[in-house]
């Protein structure tokens, strides 16, 4: 992933549709580009002070990520997924990465059983979001 160009930017607005959710945030940063997510599941939901439950709003910032390496690890972050033409949007931690398999390990927050770590082929990520806020559906907000 790198700056987008014209064409590039095309395609995002296409990979996230229509904006059906206009919030306003402080700190956002000039020249960034922002998009607020809505949270379904609770993958990310430990029922900790970082938990963020379905229901909950994220904004992200899009992050031109050219080389695997260049991901933040430790943080939440939005992924956009292309397998095989169809589109997959996660909210997810990423953890490590494998160069030698060129996969992305996506973890979940939640330790229940069935939310196993995810390692996913750096090809298929489209786009990246660094989580900047988070608003609960209690109204409460916080920074990741």
Known sequence: MEFLNSEDDQELKK??????YYL?????IAGERYYWFPNQGDSMNDHSERAIPGGSMVLGRLLPIKYMEEIPLHRPMVFIIDYKGEQFCLLKCPTDTNTDSNKVCLHSYNPATGYDDLWIPFQYIKYIFLLERVRRPDGSEFVP
């Open 15 to 20: 990979a996230l549709g229509k904006p059906k």
């Open 24 to 28: 306003d945030a402080p700190d956002k």
